[in-house]
């Protein structure tokens, strides 16, 4: 019997949820159930039971039975990992809009990441 959980988050933005994701190397597909709703992420699993993360109308919480969890890595682990690539993601991406853009991107030995931004001033 499955007993799904779901587990809020903070990732409004589905681009950069998906650049997250695809930095993180894992592996996704976009499932639309409704034109008028946000699609959804699904995260495959080798044991058939995927992961979801699915707009409830604020953010995209992950849904996800926690007796077939399946991952390396615990859900809190698994949920903070994504948190720290997508905040990375939206700073790069925020920050183009107003001129700046990277120049360095780094993962630390520490689980950190360094991230710098130049903007160049022309004239």
Known sequence: MSHFTHIKTQFQNL???EKALNRLNIV????SI?????TNLV????NA???EFSWNG???ELIVDISLWKESNS????IDQIAQQYASEVIIGESKKTGFEPVKYQQNSDGSNTLVLERFKLG
């Not at 996704?28 to 499932?31: L, R, S, T, V, Y």
């Not at 859900?75 to 698994?78: D, E, I, L």
């Open 15 to 17: 681009f950069y949820l």
């Open 28 to 31: 996704h597909k976009k499932k």
């Open 34 to 38: 409704n034109p008028n709703l946000k």
């Open 43 to 46: 995260i495959l699993q080798s």
């Open 49 to 51: 039971d995927d992961l």
């Open 58 to 60: 604020q953010e995209y």
């Open 75 to 78: 859900t809190k682990k698994f």
